[in-house]
């Protein structure tokens, strides 16, 4: 548990023994009395472990997969698309490769795989 989710929990406690009302629960953890509520009533179900948020170490939904990451690396050290820039490649990906990424999730994936980025040269 957190730090922040630890302070929560002392004070929902607080609030649940009748120290303090919801309002200054609401107060002291600068949340909405109904915030406060709900969480009372997770931790009146759930014990401790409901304040505690539901997606810790989870995925997100719409992150890339690993696979995806893979062919993107492996897209941006071939030959084939050697000079594109991140939004060239980006293009290029949706219209032939049938990957649609935005520019700045290319350039994280460049990043990640310390390739520098394409300069424009000069004529």
């Known amino acids: 548990m957190s730090k922040k ?3 929560r929990y002392m004070v929902i406690m607080k609030h ?5 009302t919801a309002n200054e629960a609401a107060i002291e953890l600068n949340l ?9 009533k997770r ?11 539901k997606n810790r170490g ?8 690993n696979e995806l990451r893979n062919t ?5 050290k071939s ?13 290029l990906l949706a ?8 520019p700045s999730t290319i350039r994280r994936i460049r990043c990640e795989s310390n390739l520098p980025p394409k300069k424009k040269t000069s004529s």
Do not use: M, W
């Not at 649940?16 to 303090?20: A, K, N, R, V």
């Not at 993107?72 to 941006?76: E, F, R, V, W």
């Not at 219209?95 to 935005?102: A, F, K, L, N, Q």
């Open 72 to 76: 993107i690396q492996n897209i941006l």
């Open 5 to 7: 989710e630890l302070k």
């Open 32 to 40: 909405s009395t109904r915030q406060v509520f709900r969480l009372k």
């Open 95 to 102: 219209e032939h490769e049938g990957i649609t990424v935005s």
């Open 79 to 91: 030959e084939r698309y050697r000079n594109c820039n991140d939004h060239h490649l980006a293009q």
């Open 58 to 65: 989870r995925k997100p939904a719409h992150a890339l997969s």
């Open 43 to 53: 931790i009146l179900e759930e014990g401790e472990t409901g304040i505690i948020h």
């Open 16 to 20: 649940i023994q009748g120290l303090i």
